[in-house]
């Protein structure tokens, strides 16, 4: 079993910076990945990035490339997503994933191959 803890969002003005982070515990065996999702109200969700534990591969969606950086503290088990410059379409509810293992970059943004998910966090950017 495997928990991921979200913190909060907020609310920013576009141009504006905010930083998550996705606190991982419970039973992980072997590699795994966290990826970062994002649900706007009545869209599909869909990945944001992703970083894989041991080699730090990552990964990231065209529309936030240049403006998120992901990392991760592998001795607290937390992973960060650093957003700058946000823009009113970055607005959603961002959840963060686990993976257990180190996904092809033709799945990592796929809702569906992760098994467990936070509760999710809103983030909000007004123009």
């Known amino acids: 079993e495997v928990q991921l803890v979200e913190s909060a969002g907020g609310s920013v003005q576009a141009g504006g910076s905010l930083r998550l982070s996705c606190a991982v515990s419970?039973?992980?065996?072997?590699?795994?990945?966290i990826g970062w999702f994002r649900q706007a109200p009545g869209a599909e969700r869909e990945g944001v990035s992703c970083?894989?534990?041991?080699?730090?591969?990552?990964y990231y969606a065209d529309s936030v490339k240049g403006r998120f950086t992901i990392s991760s503290d592998n001795t607290k088990r937390t992973v960060y997503l650093q957003m700058n410059s946000l823009k009113p379409e970055d607005t959603g509810v961002y959840y963060c994933?686990?993976?257990?293992?180190?996904?092809?970059?033709?799945?990592?943004?796929?809702?569906?191959?992760?098994?467990?998910w936070g509760q999710g966090t809103q983030v909000t950017v007004s123009s």
């Open positions: 994933a686990f993976y257990p293992g180190h996904p092809a970059h033709t799945i990592w943004n796929s809702p569906f191959e992760y098994g467990y």
């Open positions: 419970g039973s992980t065996f072997g590699g795994y990945t």
């Open positions: 970083i894989s534990e041991g080699d730090g591969v990552t």
